[in-house]
């Protein structure tokens, strides 16, 4: 039969039915309901398997709080894991799986478990799986591993969009039940630019689950009415399906708005969600209360409920939840639930009520001073067994039972800023606490104020305290007349006696007597307790389960609830997808690559390309019949130094330098010396950190008296950028120097070679001879009338130039290049054939410039000028920075020249054996040197300087590799630098 | 965090990089103190809960640094100041 338990009512659109499926069965439902609500409706109340015992569950709420109908939602790529049926949107079409149960929910094999539940007890991964230490990863992990955890991952990639955004108003009001709507209308009412955020895709909160009237007319009505009020306004924005997950410093809070979870594919071009951050310069919290549960044994079965959840699936999506309905309640509105259920026709068997003292209920059996000591039904609840004030048992057949130990204000979000939440005892639970987030206030049942008027007078009163606070004017106007009951409620937490188990925290399996363990074994603080026994630390972070928890350990412990406190909140308030908090920053979007102004060309010659920091450089370039990379490079190489080659180097960073003080400013950043720099001329210059380590590198040449250009290291130009900053602006304040980083702003190319003049000449309007233009040399010039700078520097070892143009002539000036040296057979290197040249002529670059290294292990010492203050340069006197026999940068040569040479291998003398107090240093960079037909490689050796000619081992325990090398100068090429200064 | 730039006004913290304690304003001159103290200005700085100035910089906005007293605990932020302001009225110099 279809929707079985679908009484007449609620808040459902009964002209339209959609089809669904749980676990593979089909159903229908109604739009408005959720996924809970329709298969409730539908008579299923078995949704999920607990966590640890993987005990038969159903939904225990209504709401965002639910611990245990966790259920995945669609499939393929879509599919999603955890999802609370309780808020999970009905759709047509929608595909739900149970989860954590194996081979199916009503049969599955790890409730074994359950059986063995007295291993299973707080502590017993501490206890259990103490020993042998080397257990644990190879066979208890595993072993738990499999067992436990909830849904699965499907490996596949999201297919949908998540977006973030950004949103500003005077006030949020967080939630949309009376006292929100209330807040909200009054500041929309004002003129106030407000905000109004609900986490349920219909505004009204409570109003909605409720028979009571406002204003004379059903709540849900009166909300309807608000909302409409509230969408007219402009300066009202309102966001339903919009979860506020936290409050966080200076008026921020993040918020997660499910743009088409209720949908079965988004709308084109929409997100799946949205995670906001908005500024408010006002909150107020109006987040509701959640019910809390009483524990008794096996209080977790199918069919057992929070009391307001079985008045909120009647009353607003028109469910039954059983054919017969107990309540057990400790407080007036448990009452409330029976009498809402009777009116709608349900069968109330009998209402258990905690309280020995008041009136009875008209027309039902009210038992007094009686609890609900046990329950049966495996797979769903058959029966409720009473005690009654007497002592008498009884058991009455039920299937459904609705439990109220009373309401507990939801303020997670007042206590995100460490404010402790106090305890007020007339509603017998916890409010926000004076030391909450600066300008949030609390209204309605957040704030403890339980009743319909209440909230509506708090919604009110706090909007108006807000603005005024703004210093805008808002009326208090008339409220709508509506229920202003008294909270009357009695402590019930437990039932005593019973010798099986009572629930607490039923998604984590924590029990009442986890928590006497816990007690016993003296892990009574609160976050002891919660750490021992895993007490609200499932998903639903224990919404429910968190005060009845504490409130057991108050008792225990002799302490009162106040003196026992709470655990600390933390945002989020309710899960939030990994990919909502990623956004658009993932896969290539996450780090996007710069191109350089070459690219386009390199892409032409079919270049294999690497990332370099940001950036997507060319590594090689391949040529027809080249089939392995090293043929490339090595031709590459070979032709450089044979007649010209050139390189894009437009990565390197690039800062202009301006201002009378420029050089003394130079001084202070290099360690070398700069002032004595020519205008017209280039230096290498060397950057520490101020604790003596290297920092960077690069050349800087002086276009004019005042006028500087510094290149830095691809990966540092935004660090040394920041650093030059801080110098000029914090170090150094009066100093006439002003910067700009022009990294994007010209295109660089290095052109290296014998015939890198020749070649240039052709392409410049200037004369370029080496009378007019000198080894480190630097000057301003032009390319076809196009502005243009020069600088003859060379990283290859070569006479060699770089050439800057504007960025957008990066890629004109490159085929240029090409055209002018066909008659050169000039060529285009990548990377490789970068790093070869560099190793080959002893520079060092990133392996080398490792945080760990100084000037004087990199044999660049004397650079370090104690004629002056520079940064860094006294912190690189210390002693054991300046130990004679410490590391030094040394070349290395494989004995055998077929020998290999390994990259991260460590020097050893012959015969020591490899072990650290042997170790003399290690290999940072190798290539294959093309000229010398041999590997070659850097490293950093102690006592380098002192062992040229030496013989050792190169050992990589690692790559299982060992060869015999010998200790070189690290100038393995034209050591006298004759070729770049031809 | 909103950050209240002297200039731009309030900026988002995202906006911004952190150094630390403003005690690194205090650089000493490297021709006239010798390792020991300058090891000591670099390395030994208190880590107050409470009040802290500290080191900013407005990296995706101006490139001012900036120094910000802000409560470690609450977050509360008490001034924001130009670095090179405050710098100078330190008497740094050139």
């Known amino acids: 039969m279809s929707q079985e338990n679908r009484i007449s009512g609620g808040q459902i659109d009964r002209s339209k039915t959609w089809r669904f499926t749980f676990d593979g069965v089909s159903y229908q439902g109604h739009p408005g309901d959720t996924l809970a609500s329709a298969l409730l409706a539908n008579g299923v109340r078995l949704m999920g398997r607990s966590f640890k015992y993987h005990r038969p569950r159903g939904p225990l709420s209504a709401g965002s709080e639910e611990p245990n109908a966790l259920v995945q939602l669609r499939s393929g790529a879509r599919q999603e894991p955890n999802t609370r049926a309780t808020v999970a949107e009905l759709f047509d079409g929608l595909e739900a799986t149970s989860q954590n149960a194996w081979p199916s929910l009503k049969f599955d094999a790890m409730a074994i478990n359950d059986r063995l539940n007295t291993f299973f007890t707080a502590g017993f991964y501490y206890k259990t799986f103490m020993w042998p230490a080397s257990f644990w990863e190879k066979v208890y992990e595993p072993i738990i591993r499999r067992a436990a955890g909830l849904g699965a991952l499907t490996r596949q990639e999201d297919p949908d969009d998540y977006d973030k955004g950004f949103l500003h108003c005077d006030l949020l009001v967080i939630g949309a039940g009376p006292a929100g709507l209330s807040a909200a209308l009054t500041a929309g009412r004002a003129g106030a630019r407000v905000i109004l955020a609900d986490e349920d895709f219909r505004m009204g909160g409570r109003l909605n689950a409720e028979t009571l009237e406002v204003g004379g007319q059903p709540g849900a009505d009166w909300a309807l009415g608000a909302v409409a009020e509230l969408s007219a306004m402009p300066n009202v924005r309102l966001m339903t399906r919009t979860t506020v997950i936290g409050a966080f410093d200076h008026g921020i809070y993040g918020a997660v708005e499910r743009v088409s979870d209720h949908l079965a594919v988004p709308a084109k071009g929409k997100p799946r969600q949205t995670l906001w951050r908005i500024y408010s310069r006002r909150a107020i919290l109006a987040g509701g209360a959640t019910e809390r549960p009483i524990a008794f044994e096996n209080n977790d079965r199918p069919g057992v409920m929070l009391a307001g959840a079985l008045r909120a699936y009647a009353n607003r999506w028109g469910v039954a939840v059983g054919d017969r309905v107990a309540v057990f309640t400790n407080n007036d509105d448990g009452l409330r639930s029976a009498m809402d259920l009777k009116a709608r026709g349900v069968d109330v068997v009998a209402v258990i009520d905690a309280r020995k003292d008041g009136d009875l209920l008209p027309g039902v059996r009210h038992l007094k001073g009686a609890e609900v000591v046990d329950t049966a039904g495996r797979l769903g609840l058959k029966s409720v067994t009473i005690r009654q004030a007497d002592g008498r048992t009884e058991t009455v057949a039920a299937t459904a039972l609705g439990v109220s130990g009373g309401w507990n204000p939801n303020v997670n979000i007042s206590s995100h800023h460490r404010s402790r939440p106090v305890w007020d005892e007339g509603i017998q639970g916890f409010v926000p606490g004076e030391d909450g987030p600066p300008g949030l206030t609390a209204a309605g049942a957040a704030a403890g104020v339980l009743s319909t008027h209440g909230a509506l007078a708090g919604g009110q009163a706090q909007a108006v305290a807000a603005l005024a606070d703004l210093g805008i004017a808002a009326k208090a106007g008339d409220l709508p007349r509506a229920e202003d009951a008294p909270v009357s409620i009695v402590p019930k937490w437990y039932v005593s006696g019973g010798k099986g188990r009572a629930w607490i925290d039923p998604q984590n399996d924590v029990t009442l007597k986890d928590v006497k363990l816990a007690q016993k074994e003296n892990f009574s603080s609160v976050e002891h307790l919660k750490r021992y026994t895993t007490l609200g630390m499932a998903t639903d972070q224990g919404k429910t389960g968190n005060v009845l928890g504490l409130a057991v350990m108050a008792g225990l412990t002799g302490k009162t609830i106040p003196e026992t406190g709470t655990t600390i909140y933390r945002p989020p308030y309710t899960p939030v997808a990994m990919g909502t908090l990623a956004g658009r920053s993932r896969g290539k979007e996450f780090k996007p690559f710069r191109l350089t102004p070459s690219h386009k060309w390199a892409e032409e010659q079919g270049a294999v390309f690497v990332e370099v920091g940001m950036w997507l450089r060319a590594q090689w370039l391949p040529r027809p019949g080249e089939t392995h990379w090293r043929q490339s490079v090595d031709r590459e190489v070979l032709a450089t130094r044979k007649s010209v080659g050139i390189c894009d180097v437009t990565t390197l960073g690039k800062i202009d330098i301006q201002g009378t003080d420029a050089a003394a400013f130079l001084d202070k950043v290099y360690a070398n010396n700069f002032a004595s720099l020519a205008v017209g001329k280039c230096r290498y210059g060397l950057m520490l950190r101020e604790d003596g380590i290297v920092y960077d590198d690069g050349t800087t040449a002086r276009m004019g008296e005042n006028e500087y250009v510094m290149t830095t290291t691809t990966a540092n130009a935004v660090l040394v950028f920041r650093n030059l900053e801080y110098a000029r602006q914090v170090l150094w304040p009066e100093m006439d120097v002003q910067l700009i980083s022009t990294t994007e702003a010209w295109a660089q190319f290095s052109v290296a070679g014998p015939n890198a003049r020749k070649l240039l000449q052709k392409v410049v309007d200037q004369d370029i001879s080496d009378a007019a233009f000198p080894y480190m040399g630097a000057g301003n010039i032009t390319v076809g009338g196009v502005r243009a700078r020069l600088f003859r520097i060379s990283f290859s070892g070569e006479l060699a130039y770089e050439i800057a143009v504007p960025t957008r002539y990066g890629d004109a000036l490159v085929r240029r290049l090409m055209e002018a040296g066909q008659e050169f057979d000039a060529i285009v290197y990548g990377t490789e054939a970068l790093g070869v040249m560099r190793v080959e002529k002893g520079h060092v670059a990133g392996n080398e410039l490792n945080g760990q290294s100084t000037a004087l292990n990199m044999g660049l010492g004397k650079m370090v000028s104690k004629k002056k203050d520079s940064i860094g340069m006294v912190l690189s006197q210390r002693e054991g920075m300046v130990d004679p026999n410490g590391y030094r940068l040394v070349g290395v040569k494989p004995v055998d020249p077929k020998g290999q040479l390994t990259a991260g291998s460590h020097f050893l003398e012959h015969g020591a054996a490899p072990v650290i107090e042997n170790d003399g240093g290690w290999l940072t960079s190798k290539v294959y040197s093309p000229h010398l037909g041999c590997d070659i490689a850097l490293g950093y050796l102690k006592a380098g300087d002192q062992k040229i000619g030496k013989r050792m081992r190169a050992v990589n325990l690692l790559a299982k590799t060992e060869t015999e090398v010998e200790i070189v100068s690290p100038h393995f090429f034209d050591s006298e630098g004759e070729r770049l200064r031809g | ?94």
């Open chain 2, 1 to 94: 965090m909103i950050i209240n730039h002297p200039i731009l006004g309030p900026r988002d913290s995202q906006e911004f990089v952190y150094l630390g304690s403003a005690e690194l304003m205090n650089r000493p001159d490297g021709m006239t103190t010798g390792v020991e103290a300058f090891h000591n200005w670099l390395y030994n700085r208190d880590n107050p809960a409470g009040e802290h100035r500290e080191l900013w910089y407005h990296e995706q906005g101006d490139r001012s640094w900036l120094v910000v007293t802000r409560n470690t605990v609450t977050h509360e932020i008490r001034s924001v100041e130009l670095a090179r302001d405050v710098a100078k009225a330190m008497g740094r110099t050139k």
